[in-house]
């Protein structure tokens, strides 16, 4: 089992930047992979960007460039720092985790707007 706990969200500005932060209930050595999802309203959930167990990151084309993903393994956190923010990225993010299965957050709010 994995409990997720996500913060970080909140209001930013077009062109501004947010940090989410995602913090996992055991050790994410042992977690194949963690992302981040996104779904705004009316739209269908995607994918932002995740990092398996090996590092690789991969993104959305539309954050490519903006985004960065990454891993803090003694925090067992896993970091979404957006920049340049649009108002198309407002939406509720979520963390996920592909352990046994794949276990999602609550979710945390996004929202640009001048």
């Known amino acids: 089992q994995v409990q997720l706990v996500e913060s970080g969200g909140g209001l930013a500005q077009p062109g501004g930047s947010l940090r989410l932060s995602c913090t996992a209930s055991r050790s994410i050595f042992s977690i194949n992979a963690m992302g981040w999802y996104r779904q705004a309203p009316g739209k269908q959930r995607e994918l932002v960007a995740d990092i398996p167990s090996s590092g690789r990151t991969n993104y959305a084309d539309s954050v490519k460039g903006r985004f960065t993903i990454s891993r803090d393994n003694t925090k067992n956190t896993v970091y979404l720092q957006m920049n340049s923010l649009k108002p198309e990225d407002t939406a509720v993010y979520y963390c996920?985790?592909?352990?046994?299965?794949?276990?999602w957050g609550q979710g945390t709010r996004v929202t640009v707007s001048s």
């Open positions: 996920i985790a592909d352990y046994d299965r794949r276990y």
